[in-house]
Nanobody, 126 residues
Framework: QVQLVESGGGLVQAGGSLRLSCVAS????????MGWFRQAPGKEREFVTR????????YYADSVKDRFTISRDNAKNMVYLQMNSLQVEDTAVYYC???????????????????WGQGTQVTVSS
């Protein structure tokens, strides 16, 4: 049974940084793509970034490009989201997600992911 558990959220001032972690368990993720999504109050869940586990190929939403960085630790089965220069608009619940990587999709949509964590709250104050 696949489990994804996020941690690292919290309250930070605008301009600050946070690092989110996602521990993945229940299977080998070498042929998977790992994504981060977020959902702000009253808004749809939106894509943030994703990385293919095998080759580390990344893709970012324009809104976070050059500020956020996704990375992984193979030995620990961990995926990280380093968030710098945080803005009030980044306030949201952040979710880790996983899907088998077929290479035939962009993996920027919720429906392309099979497994989800419970989310961690990030609040950026002005």
């Amino acid at each position: 049974q696949v489990q994804l558990v996020e941690s690292g959220g919290g309250l930070v001032q605008a301009g600050g940084s946070l690092r989110l972690s996602c521990v993945a368990s229940g299977r080998t993720f070498s042929n998977y793509v790992m994504g981060w999504f977020r959902q702000a109050p009253g808004k749809e869940r939106e894509f943030v970034t994703r990385m293919t586990w095998n080759h580390g190929i990344t893709y970012y939403a324009d809104s976070v490009k050059d500020r956020f960085t996704i990375s992984r630790d193979n030995a620990k089965n961990m995926v990280y989201l380093q968030m710098n220069s945080l803005q009030v608009e980044d306030t949201a619940v952040y979710y880790c997600a996983a899907s088998y990587y077929s290479g035939r999709a962009n993996y920027t949509h919720q429906y392309e992911y099979d497994y989800w964590g419970q989310g961690t709250q990030v609040t950026v104050s002005s």
